[in-house]
C-alpha cells in the first residue's frame, strides 16, 4: 500500500519555524521527485517546493524562495520542508505528494501519490 503521510505542523507566531516531515511507504523511493503543495481557505492548491529524484535538484515558488528549505532522505524515504521566517500568509494545509521521474509542469494533478495533509498556522 501507497503511503505518503505528513507531519510537523502546527501554530506558530510569525517569524517563527517548522519543519514538516513526509514519510513514504509502498513505492520506489528514489524513482520519484517529490513536492511540497500548500492550499489555504478559499485559495489554490498551489506547488511550494520539489526536488528532483535524479539529482536533488530544488525548485521553490516566489513566495517561498529563501525561507523554505526542502530536502530528502533516500535511506530514511523521508522527505522534509524547513520553513524559516514564517509568515501569516503561509498559514495552510501542506500537502505532500509523488511524481515518477522528473515529469513537469508542478501540477497537483499531475502526481501519483499525495498525501493527506498537515495544517500549518501562522499567527500575526
Known amino acids: 500500500e501507497v503511503q505518503l503521510v505528513e507531519s510537523g505542523g502546527g501554530l506558530v507566531q510569525a517569524g517563527g519555524s517548522l519543519r514538516l516531515s513526509c514519510a513514504a511507504s509502498?513505492?520506489?523511493?528514489?524513482?520519484?521527485?517529490i513536492g511540497w503543495f500548500r492550499q489555504a481557505p478559499g485559495q489554490e492548491r498551489e506547488g511550494v517546493s520539489r526536488?528532483?529524484?535524479?539529482?536533488?535538484?530544488?525548485y521553490y515558488a516566489d513566495s517561498v524562495k529563501g525561507r523554505f528549505t526542502m530536502s530528502r532522505d533516500n535511506a530514511k524515504k523521508t522527505v522534509y520542508l524547513q520553513m524559516n521566517s514564517l509568515k501569516p500568509e503561509d498559514t495552510a494545509v501542506y500537502y505532500c505528494?509523488?511524481?515518477?521521474?522528473?515529469?513537469?509542469?508542478?501540477?497537483?494533478?499531475?502526481?501519483?501519490?499525495r498525501g493527506q495533509g498537515t495544517q500549518v498556522t501562522v499567527s500575526s
Open positions: 505528494a509523488a511524481i515518477y521521474g522528473s515529469t513537469w509542469p508542478f501540477r497537483w494533478d499531475l502526481f501519483d501519490y
Open positions: 526536488i528532483s529524484s535524479s539529482d536533488g535538484s530544488r
Open positions: 509502498g513505492f520506489t523511493f528514489d524513482d520519484y521527485d
